[in-house]
């Protein structure tokens, strides 16, 4: 288990560095090895790492494409990393981590690098040359992801104490849904238990760029229908 958290600013503005580091801090327990942080231009990236694959400080995140353009942060696991590896030839890795595989898949392929992968996964990368910002979840939710925005900015993270302890959101019980949590323990998603604090849905990923937020769906859950049961019965 790792934990990820960003800010984004719809002006061309660094994100307070504090802000940044009291969401990592309030995370920490999610990876007790390292923590890492990145910042540019409407962007700030954090990272908390439990040293999983390649235990080396070469997995250390964020990880940074060669040329500096891309940076991703990631928390979860692909399984079949060795494989898309081998799609990727042209590609100068320098780590034994999924992590750059991923890098590398997005800049081969882009969003559509989410087809490619079999595993679990909560996942940012920022590529400072298109100023843009893809986030995107596992197709079952496995990994979790909660965001928060505004007009200004928009913030997210692997738990929702680290969008409060941002200072850029002040939490304020969702009455709307409350009932929900009654009756099931638990607010039904994209909702949660915050106003104005929601969960990217499983299958789905956020693309922002020139402060446009697109949140679309690359998989749905009838998918899996559809392999468990490839033919109609009917029923005598």
Known sequence: MCGIAGIYLSTATEPNSASLQKMNNSIAHRGPDAEGYYSGPHIGLAHRRLSIIDLSDAGTQPMHSGD?????????????????????????????????????????????????????????????????????????????????????????????????????????????????YFLYQTVHAPNTLLQEVMMLMPGHYIFIKNGDIKIEAYWKTEKIFRILLPHKHTMK
């Not at 986030?135 to 965001?147: C, M, N, Q």
């Not at 925005?149 to 928009?154: A, D, K, Q, S, W």
Request: aromatic content about 16%; glycine content about 6%.
């Open 68 to 180: 500096n353009r891309y940076h991703i942060i990631f928390n979860g696991e692909i399984y079949n990393f060795e494989e898309v590896k081998s799609k990727l030839p042209s590609y100068p890795f320098k780590t034994k981590t999924d992590t750059e595989v991923i890098l590398a898949a997005y800049i081969a392929w882009g969003k559509d690098c989410v087809h490619h992968f079999n595993g679990m996964f909560a996942l940012a990368i920022w590529d400072s040359t298109e100023q843009s910002l893809f986030i995107v979840r596992d197709r079952l939710g496995v990994k979790p992801l909660y965001y928060h925005r505004n007009g200004e900015h928009f913030i997210f993270a692997s738990e929702t104490r680290a969008l409060i302890a941002s200072g850029m959101y002040k939490p304020v019980i969702n009455k709307t849904h409350l009932h929900e």
